[in-house]
């Protein structure tokens, strides 16, 4: 099983921003929203786009590609409109100490 | 958006060089250094070095890179070779039990066996390091290595290749000589080594051969960077068989720019075996630029784990009456992806053309993704010009029935994907290549 690997300080992502982190040899979108962080898979599952550089809907708990707008759910990485279809992989956040950790679900 | 590395020290790297790391100034002048070449050669690396240094690198942006995500890709970790690392060459798999009539092998792109046979030598055929047949046979490969038939301005990978290219292989066959046995090169990568290598092959009018190349790591865990380019020039009447096989280890990144240009009456049979790599890149790429030339171009992938396997082929008739038939088949375990871009072009002066291409796609887990985009551009009034994809899952009736007489599930599951890629096997004429793609294949399928 993969190790939490400390990816951030909790006060470099804002409310309703992400940060792209590496997390061993992946790249992963780190998501402030609503006072909780998240972890995806920095991949859009329609056409591959990147979602960390998309639109984050805080208070509907979303993230946009922002090739064609497909929106995924910041907790479960479920696709929740078209034109993507299936999740994208969702990993595990803890934050102690000021300091954000992520675990991959491989 | 910030980007932060939170893996630091974690990035396993293990260089054979001795320069410093990153395609500096610094490392390209050392490696310049160590070259003994005419100064048209220097000139042209110096001016694909330039091109290098302005290109970006690609990014998500751009159409051609947009499914193929290398912003993993720390170029800055790998560095130009200029020592031969002290490897424990493996074995390859396209070579056994046939009788060749020439052979290399390179470790990081450094050559470090040659052998021809003498009576291949004695009616005026080149085989070996093009490093050192260019040294010793320049002005005779000046025309061809000047045709640029790969490109050094298309993008960073072909400039670096331009540029930095060392070792590399060179096959020349003089007009009218037919080559019956094959000839082998092995492509070693160590463990975070760098491959630049280039290879040229060059039929005159009439000639035959058959080329087989491979590529292995030293390990199956074993990193490093692969940016090559692969340039066949079939001229008038001539007839060449050439087999790639990519089977780099899954934590290569593969980068490559090929090209062939099929001369009027020739033919190219051009087989390409792709396995190995964490991600791989390629434009292959064939020209007809003589009537009646024709070119044949296979592919057989396997892809599995987190695999990216990116190939954008290119059939361009230049001339009439010509054919070209492309197939290319997939199959896909685990996470792994493939991406097939395909284009037919045909010019105004290519009536008369007769071109296909195909790409199949077997999804062997629900997780893996196939993209295939068939395109074609016709700019003739009078051709035959057809595409087709098709991506589906293994049949569970035809599992099912499989296993009522005897097979165990794995069993079953290899022998259909076996049977997906007979079409394609039944157009490679070499049997060491037949055996040796079947084989890989199978021990690679996993129970479904």
Request: with cysteine; proline share 3%; glycine share 8%.
């Amino acid at each position: 099983m993969a190790e939490f690997v400390a990816v951030a300080d909790s006060s470099e992502v804002s409310d309703g921003s992400s940060l792209l982190v590496e997390v061993e040899e992946q790249l992963i979108v780190l998501i402030h929203a609503a006072g909780h962080f998240y972890a995806l898979d920095d991949v859009c599952t329609h056409d591959g786009g990147p979602l960390s550089e998309g639109p984050i809907d805080a208070a509907a708990g979303t993230i946009a590609c922002p090739r064609h707008g497909a929106k995924f759910d910041v907790k479960t990485g479920s696709a929740v409109t078209m034109p993507a279809t299936s999740a994208t992989i969702v990993h595990e956040v803890k934050v102690e100490n000021g300091r954000v950790y992520v675990r991959l679900n491989r | 958006m910030n980007h932060v590395n939170a893996t630091g020290s974690d990035i396993r790297f293990m260089s054979s060089t001795l320069a410093p790391a990153g395609f500096t100034q610094e490392t390209f002048d050392a490696f310049m250094a160590t070259r003994e070449e005419p100064s048209w050669l220097v000139d042209l690396r110096q001016s694909a070095w330039s091109r290098f240094n302005e290109l970006a690198m690609p990014s998500g942006r751009e159409e051609e890179w947009m499914r193929t995500d290398i912003r993993m890709l720390k170029l800055s970790q790998y560095s130009l070779s200029t020592e031969v690392a002290a490897i424990e060459t493996p074995q390859g798999l396209l070579a056994e039990g046939v009788e060749l009539g020439g052979r290399t092998v390179s470790v990081d792109s450094h050559t470090t066996e040659s052998e021809l046979a003498d009576r291949l030598a004695d009616q005026g055929v080149l085989f070996g390091s093009l490093d050192t047949l260019v040294a010793e046979h320049g002005d005779k490969l000046r025309p061809y290595i000047e045709r640029k038939l790969v490109d050094p301005l298309y993008d960073k990978f072909s400039a670096l290749n331009s540029a930095c290219w060392s070792g590399g292989n060179l096959l020349f066959v003089p007009q009218g000589v037919q080559v019956e046995e094959p000839l082998h090169c092995l492509s070693v990568l160590s463990d975070g080594g760098v491959d630049l290598g280039k290879t040229l092959v060059i039929l005159e009018q009439g000639a035959e051969a058959t080329l087989l190349a491979e590529t292995a790591s030293v390990g199956a865990e074993s990193g490093g960077l692969h940016c090559g380019s692969i340039e066949l020039i079939v001229e008038r009447g001539a007839r060449l068989r050439y087999v790639n096989l990519q089977n780099w280890s899954h934590r290569v990144w593969h980068f490559a720019h090929q090209m062939g240009h099929v001369g009027a009456g020739g033919k190219l049979q051009w087989t390409i075996g792709a396995l190995g790599s964490r991600l791989a890149k390629v434009n292959q790429r064939v020209a007809l630029t003589g009537s009646d030339a024709e070119a044949q171009v296979n592919g057989v992938m396997f892809t599995q784990g987190k695999q990216h396997l990116c190939y954008n082929t290119h059939q361009h008739h230049q001339a009439p009456y010509c054919q070209s038939d492309l197939l290319y088949k997939s199959a896909l375990q685990d996470h792994s992806r493939t991406v097939w871009r395909g284009m037919i072009k045909v010019d105004n002066a290519a009536q008369r053309t007769n071109a296909y291409q195909r790409n199949d796609n077997l999804m062997l887990a629900p997780t893996a993704r196939a993209d295939s985009i068939p395109g074609l551009e016709i700019e003739a009034d009078d051709v035959r010009c057809t595409h087709g994809s098709t991506s589906g899952r293994v049949d569970d009736e035809q599992l099912f029935y499989a296993m009522t007489r005897g097979y165990t599930r794995q069993e079953a599951v290899r022998m259909i994907v076996t049977g997906f890629f007979q079409q394609v096997f039944d157009r490679i004429t070499i049997e060491s290549v037949r055996e040796a793609l079947g084989e890989a294949i199978g021990q690679r399928v996993q129970q479904l």
